[in-house]
């Protein structure tokens, strides 16, 4: 009933680009708190990035910061993230989750109750 899907992954070429997508169903997006997270083989799921419900607020992992950036558009319901100048250390399997209540940290995968599962980014050198 309350569903987070992801699409946009796919393989591409060290220093390429990529849009992922969050988009829900079951309820609105409006007052959530929205995040993305990646887990690579082998490693702990981190955070990547967060944005407020209003969108004036956005977060990210240092990682990432300068390559990538979060958006949303409440009237469509969806929440992205642009990636670009992708490395290979940035293949992972990456997953949108929402919360209504402002998280402390934002980038703590503990803070989130709805998740979706997952779209898979490669990165070839």
């Known amino acids: 009933q309350l569903q987070l899907v992801e699409s946009g992954g796919g393989l591409v070429q060290f220093g390429g680009s990529l849009r992922l997508s969050c988009t829900a169903s079951?309820?609105?997006?409006?007052?959530?708190?929205i995040g993305w997270f990646r887990q690579a083989p082998g490693k702990e799921r981190e955070g990547v990035s967060c944005?407020?419900?209003?969108?004036?607020?956005?977060k990210y992992a240092d990682s990432v910061k300068g390559r990538f950036t979060i958006s949303r558009d409440n009237a469509k319901n969806t929440v992205y993230l642009q990636m670009n100048s992708l490395k290979p250390e940035d293949a992972a399997v990456y997953y949108c989750?929402?919360?209504?209540?402002?998280?402390?940290?934002?980038?703590?995968?503990?803070?989130?109750?709805?998740w979706g599962r997952g779209t898979q980014v490669n990165v070839s050198s």
């Open positions: 989750a929402a919360v209504n209540i402002v998280p402390s940290e934002g980038l703590a995968p503990d803070e989130y109750d709805y």
């Open positions: 079951g309820f609105t997006l409006d007052h959530y708190v």
């Open positions: 944005i407020m419900s209003s969108g004036s607020f956005t």
